[in-house]
């Protein structure tokens, strides 16, 4: 038996194991000069499975050292300044701190007997969020007032906030009596723009909702929600005698950044009494800006908000929250089970706000965070990695090529937020070699390691994308890492390219 492993409570052992852990991973980390290895999945695949799972290694310095080669020496490292590709977040260390408590303490935030603190620490969280965004703490329709519950991220934010605006939309008496549930479902609609993130789709597939429930809106030249464009779609929703059930602004497309115009959209929610829900994943971070926090004006008229604390508070994953403007919806994801939450507890609970039971104190993470640097810290470096975006595109744009060969970098357009669209295409190249090529030096630069971005299509069309979210990376980080796109460009376009040139 190993007793000694089954608790922390072990005190020496733990100590010593968990600083054996921070010697390896920050001494890994010391040496790290690039951001990845790209080493492929049939090299690195051979070396998982030849572990033998049966055979345990006996102490954890031999699975350590075991460990880097399986995992350590070929991750992904998002603090590095050759990192631009998708939207993760360098992590602030108070919140590594907090991790080790999050899981060394293990409380559950489903109810009061497993929790204590942590329920209380996670409320008060949720309700500097809501002030954040501005709701109201007594509004006329809503009887309690703002509130809210931490979510494993993004999609499950989304996915609970337009559940409830399902359990409203049915309670204000749109299903149609005549009909069964299944029918009625099928009339419900959901708006969001072309740009929007796909869990939108894949929550209404999960709630059942019909195949056409998601109704793309279109965009104007910055893709942000055309307001025009959502007004017909809801009239010719309504003509056709389907019903509106929810709007999905984005504050921060995944691709562009672009931020729909918020109050356009709760004028329309409100005139046609629609649920209006914002999916700020990646805008939330400007909720605790100081200089941009405008940006997101209107965003207090929501029905609910999704915040993702793992892409701009730079928390580690996973970290994200649903907040919604009256407390009573989240009565829609409320259940009782005698052997955990009966009706007649009356000690606070988190488990009746949440789709999950069991969950981590995620939120701890945030506090930590909060307590030693504050929120002005991380506003600014999310403002910071802003101010990069747009000098990399005001770079992008003026830039002439190298050694008099002429412009060969083309950008899609001014950043909306810390993303940066752009190609290689030098002069003479057409756009359906361009479409090929940009992926082709995606994966060049993956298979070197040494820079990666992200690949995306606009309107049709292969773009690259650099997201920046690394408050430390400075305009010659990025440059590098445009300089490794234009090597790898020219080298395809000279050499490799012949297939594509036809
Ligand atoms: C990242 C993102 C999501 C999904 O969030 P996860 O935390 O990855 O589940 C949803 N919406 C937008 C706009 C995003 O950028």
């Given at each position: 038996m190993h007793e000694h492993l089954f608790s922390p409570a072990n005190a020496e052992h733990y100590a010593t194991t968990m600083r054996e852990g921070v010697d390896v991973l920050a001494g890994h980390l010391a040496g790290v000069t690039a951001p990845a290895t790209g080493r492929t999945v049939a090299?690195?695949?051979?070396?998982?499975?030849?572990?033998?799972?049966?055979?345990?290694?006996?102490?954890?310095?031999?699975?350590?050292?075991?460990?880097?080669?399986?995992?350590?020496?070929d991750a992904v490292w998002f603090h590095d300044p050759g990192y631009a590709a998708h939207?993760?977040?360098?992590?602030?260390?108070?919140?590594?701190?907090?991790?080790?408590?999050?899981?060394?303490?293990?409380?559950?935030?489903?109810?009061?007997?497993?929790?204590?603190?942590?329920?209380?620490?996670?409320?008060?969280?949720?309700?500097?969020?809501?002030?954040?965004?501005?709701?109201?703490?007594?509004?006329?329709?809503?009887?309690?007032?703002?509130?809210?519950?931490?979510?494993?991220?993004?999609?499950?934010s989304n996915l609970q906030a337009l559940l409830m605006a399902r359990g409203e939309t049915f309670l204000r008496g749109h299903a149609d009596p005549g009909l069964p549930y299944a029918e009625s479902l099928a009339r419900f609609r959901v708006f969001c723009s072309r740009d929007a993130h796909f869990s939108v789709q894949k929550s209404a597939t999960i709630l059942g909702l019909g195949a056409d429930a998601v109704?793309?809106?279109?965009?104007?030249?910055?893709?942000?929600?055309?307001?025009?464009?959502?007004?017909?779609?809801?009239?010719?929703?309504?003509?056709?005698?389907?019903?509106?059930?929810?709007?999905?602004?984005?504050?921060?497309?995944?691709?562009?950044?672009?931020?729909?115009?918020?109050?356009?959209?709760?004028?329309?929610?409100?005139?046609?009494?629609?649920?209006?829900?914002?999916?700020?994943?990646?805008g939330g971070g400007l909720l605790v800006s100081r200089r941009r926090r405008h940006l997101l004006d209107g965003v207090e008229r929501a029905d609910s908000v999704t915040v993702d604390f793992h892409k701009t508070f730079f928390q580690p994953v996973s970290a994200s929250a649903v907040v919604v403007r009256d407390a009573d919806v989240l009565r829609h994801v409320t259940y009782h089970a005698d052997y955990l939450n009966p009706r007649t507890a009356n000690l606070p609970n988190q488990v009746d706000k949440s789709l999950q039971t069991t969950r981590r104190f995620d939120a701890l993470k945030l506090w930590m965070t909060l307590r030693t640097m504050g929120a002005d810290a991380i506003g600014d470096g999310f403002d910071t990695v802003i101010d990069l975006a747009h000098a990399t595109a005001a770079w992008l744009r003026d830039d002439t090529g190298v050694d008099g060969a002429g412009r060969d970098l083309e950008l899609r357009g001014?950043?909306?937020?810390?993303?940066?669209?752009?190609?290689?295409?030098?002069?003479?190249?057409?756009e359906d070699v361009a479409d090929v090529l940009n992926p082709r030096i995606r994966q060049a630069l993956w298979s070197g390691g040494r820079a990666i971005v992200a690949g995306t299509k606009v309107d049709g069309r292969s773009w690259l994308k650099l997201t920046l979210l690394n408050p430390a990376s400075t305009l010659d980080d990025v440059r590098a890492v445009v300089d490794q796109v234009r090597a790898a460009g020219r080298d395809l376009l000279e050499h490799d390219l012949e297939g594509a040139q036809r």
């Open positions: 090299d690195l695949a051979a070396v998982v499975d030849a572990v033998d799972l049966d055979r345990p290694l006996g102490d954890a310095a031999a699975a350590l050292e075991e460990l880097r080669e399986v995992y350590l020496r939207l993760n977040c360098p992590v602030v260390v108070p919140a590594l701190l907090a991790e080790l408590f999050v899981s060394g303490v293990n409380s559950s935030l489903d109810t009061w007997d497993q929790s204590v603190g942590a329920t209380l620490v996670e409320r008060r969280l949720v309700d500097w969020t809501t002030d954040l965004v501005g709701f109201p703490a007594h509004d006329d329709g809503c009887t309690h007032g703002p509130d809210g519950v931490f979510t494993s991220g993004g999609t499950q109704v793309p809106v279109d965009v104007d030249a910055r893709h942000r929600m055309d307001p025009v464009a959502l007004e017909r779609a809801l009239h010719r929703c309504l003509a056709a005698g389907d019903v509106p059930m929810a709007v999905v602004a984005t504050a921060g497309t995944t691709d562009l950044g672009a931020i729909d115009p918020l109050g356009v959209v709760a004028d329309l929610c409100a005139e046609h009494g629609v649920w209006m829900h914002v999916d700020a994943a990646y001014e950043p909306s937020l810390s993303t940066v669209v752009f190609r290689f295409r030098p002069e003479g190249v057409d």
